[in-house]
Nanobody, 114 residues
Framework: QVQFVESGGGLVQPGGSLRLSCAVS????????MAWYRQAPGQARERVAS???????NYADAVKGRFTVYRDNAQNLVYLQLNSLKPDDTGVYYC????????WGQGTQATVAS
């Protein structure tokens, strides 16, 4: 079963940036659409970005224009660049296939606070 390991989170001030990484144990090229999700404290997990094998991407309205998702199939990596961060972006970020029916990893915590 494909496994996902997220990293790159941390504490950042509002307006700052982070780059999250997702290492996929199997081949990312076998997953047609990869996605990033986040779960804020006390809230349900939500999808924030997705990217297809051909590079087509989609974003939740809340992050559009600030987040960028990209993938490196040769390295089995998926990235999420987070810019202009806001306190509402705080949460645990996960990667998975679109639909989220793969095994969930531990996620990586991103905290935006001054």
């Amino acid at each position: 079963q494909v496994q996902f390991v997220e990293s790159g989170g941390g504490l950042v001030q509002p307006g700052g940036s982070l780059r999250l990484s997702c290492a996929v144990s199997g081949s990312t090229s076998s997953i047609s659409i990869m996605a990033w999700y986040r779960q804020a404290p006390g809230q349900a997990r939500e999808r924030v970005a997705s990217i297809s094998n051909t590079g087509g991407s989609n974003y939740a309205d809340a992050v559009k224009g600030r987040f960028t998702v990209y993938r490196d199939n040769a390295q089995n990596l998926v990235y999420l660049q987070l810019n202009s961060l806001k306190p509402d972006d705080t949460g645990v970020y996960y990667c998975n296939n679109l639909g989220g029916n793969g095994a969930w990893g531990q996620g990586t915590q991103a905290t935006v606070a001054s």
